[in-house]
Structure formats: C-alpha cells, structure tokens
C-alpha cells in the first residue's frame, strides 16, 4: 500500500476511532447476525450438546467473525496509536533535549500502554494506547454481542525495512473470546506501517537551531537530479530519499549512520540563527551540516566544498552572499551543477 494512501486511511481511521465506534460496532453486529459462515480459521473450541448444535453453531460463527473483525480492527488502531506515539516521542526527546538511543524498545511501550520508561508518560497518549483501544473494542462486544472478550499483547517491535518514509511496527496478540456455548483463543502476529511524514525531525530539534517537519517531495526519481529539484527542496523544506543519507530511526536514535532507509533535506543557510554556524568546510545537507561533517582543505583534497553560483539556483540566495549556498562534491555532481557554476571554497 502506498504511503499516500496510508495517510489517507490513517486520516480516516482516526476520525472513525476517535469518534465512529458506535457506528462501527453497529455495522459489526449487523454483519454479524446477518449471516452464518463457515468456520475461517482454526481454534481451540468446546461445544455443549448435540441438541443445542444449531444454537452452538451460531454462536461459533459469531465468535469466529469477531475474532476476524477484532484483528482487522487491531491492525488499524496500531497505524493511529503507532503514529500519536511517534509524535510523543519526539515530544518527549525535544522536552529532555535529548536523543533516544533506547527508541526500538521505548516506542513500543509508548504504544502499548502510554509510557516511554518505567511510570513516565509518553505525550499525547492519554486514551490512544493500542491497550486502551483493544479494550474498548472488547467491552463493547461484552455490550452488543454478549461476548467475554479480553486481549494480551504479546510483543511490539519496530524496525524500518520498507520504506523511507515509514516505520515497521510487528505485533503479536492473543485473544481470548467466549459466551456460555463456546470459546475461542486465537493468536496472531501482524505488521503495519506507521507513516512519519508530518512528524518533527530529531535531529533539527537536538542538534539544529531551528524545527522541520518531514516532508516527502513529490520528485519520484532515482537518478539524473538537477538543480530545480534542488530548489523546489530547499524552498519547500522536502526530504528525498537516498541510500546515503540517515534513516529516520536513526534520526531519533542520534545515530548519523549511513542507511538504506535514508533521507536528507537541505538546511536554510541564511536563517540569522543559522548563518554563525555556515563555514567554508561544511556542506548545506541536513546530516552533515548538525553534524559538523567537516570537508576542510587539510584532510581533503580541494573541490571537496562547492559553492553554487546563483545562475543554477535562482531561489536559493547563494553567491555572492556570504555565507553562500554550498554543497559537498558528491551532492553538487547529484544534482547535475555545472562547473562553471561553482568554485572550491578551498
């Protein structure tokens, strides 16, 4: 699924959790009595007597089709508290100031139940944990369809394998569903992908002077960049994906650590909270500029350091400001500039 229409359901999702559960637990019980299927997958269950067995019968493909729209349900309450939780962590690390080198096993708690460590809240948690919404769902089915329902999350990891611009959340639960005439345990693992575009980036929040949210360009291209493409990603504060860059997970981790999973911006040289930090060694890439990745003449050879001339980005205030706008030599042969645009800083 792509990342768009992720958003889109994640947009819809929220309103429709937050707001429609009546509604769907309603269209659920419809579709539940609706209809009588035969058995979807395999399950520990006990049956009473012979001479109840249609009743029994029944009540099996009710069970059965909760447990199926009970996962279904779980798999969408994760992308919306897997996506409030990322936003609380970074939260969290602007409030401490700090990265989080922990973030795979202090996510999923934020998740799970709306802690980062121990008894310390996650931001923005409150009533948006997987717990909180799976326990919802369950207490309604209680309600509605006379069902004892209860749910144990097993494990929540988090890794960042697919997509640039997305993180990897596996979940493994157990349910445990019954009425007077039968009962179900059913286990299952899953994976979502938890969007992370509107999300603050770490590493202008700790090592930056100023914030940025992500935001994807829409320039799908792996190769033959040019400087218009760089423009409309300075101007529009977008980030693109490449296999040189840092990863969002590291990104929150602290790590500037090459990765597949990258993604890089450009920094605003000419902010006045920028402009002390500009030097003639530094390039305007978003990773290597916090960093302090020096390209100096002493450790490099010259033409390390480009400086564009304004003739190849007319938007981007470069030459002969100072500071201009700069690039190191991998990045200017990136994005196709011209020699004659440029000169060495060194």
């Not at 009473?48 to 009710?62: A, C, E, G, H, S």
């Not at 309450?77 to 409030?84: A, E, Q, R």
């Not at 500029?289 to 033409?303: G, I, L, Q």
């Amino acid at each position: 699924m792509g990342l768009k229409t992720q958003l889109s359901r994640l947009s819809r999702l929220s309103a429709g959790v937050l707001h429609g559960k009546k509604g769907f637990l309603l269209t659920l019980l419809a579709l539940l009595l609706s209809t009588l299927l035969a058995l979807m997958f395999s399950a520990n269950i006990s049956n009473p007597p012979d001479y109840k067995m249609d009743l029994v019968q029944n009540r099996i493909t009710i069970l059965n089709y909760y447990v199926e729209s009970f996962y279904d349900y779980a798999e969408q309450v994760t992308v919306v508290s897997g996506y409030t939780a990322l936003q609380g962590m970074v939260e969290y690390i602007d409030s401490t100031g700090h990265y989080q080198p922990n973030f795979r096993l202090r996510y999923p708690s934020c998740i799970k139940n709306g802690t980062v460590i121990g008894n310390v809240p996650c931001p923005g948690m409150d009533g948006r944990t997987l717990e909180a919404y799976l326990y919802n769902l369950s207490e309604a089915a209680g309600k509605e369809l006379k069902l004892a329902s209860r749910v144990v999350i097993n494990n929540i990891t988090v890794s960042q394998d697919s997509d640039p611009f997305a993180l990897d959340v596996h979940v493994n639960l157990t349910l445990f569903v019954s009425d007077k005439f039968a009962n179900i345990t059913a286990t299952r693992a899953y994976d979502t992908i938890v969007p992370i575009i509107g999300v603050r980036d770490p590493i202008f929040l700790i090592d930056g002077t100023y914030s940025r949210i992500i935001r994807k360009t829409n320039i799908t291209k792996l190769e033959l960049w040019n400087s218009r493409d760089l423009e409309q990603m300075y101007n529009e504060e977008e980030y693109r994906p490449t296999k040189e860059g840092v990863s969002f997970i590291h990104r929150l981790e602290g790590e500037y650590v090459i990765d597949d999973m990258g993604i890089e911006s450009y920094v605003l040289h000419t902010l006045p909270e920028v402009m002390p930090l500009v030097n003639a060694s530094l390039s305007m890439v978003d990773y290597l500029f916090w960093n302090k990745t020096s390209f100096d003449c002493e450790s490099r050879a010259p033409m390390e350091i480009m400086a564009i001339n304004q003739s190849e980005v007319p938007s981007i205030p470069t030459i002969p400001l100072d500071p201009p706008f700069q690039l190191d030599a991998d990045h200017w042969s990136t994005f196709n500039l011209s020699s004659a645009g440029a000169w060495p800083t060194c």
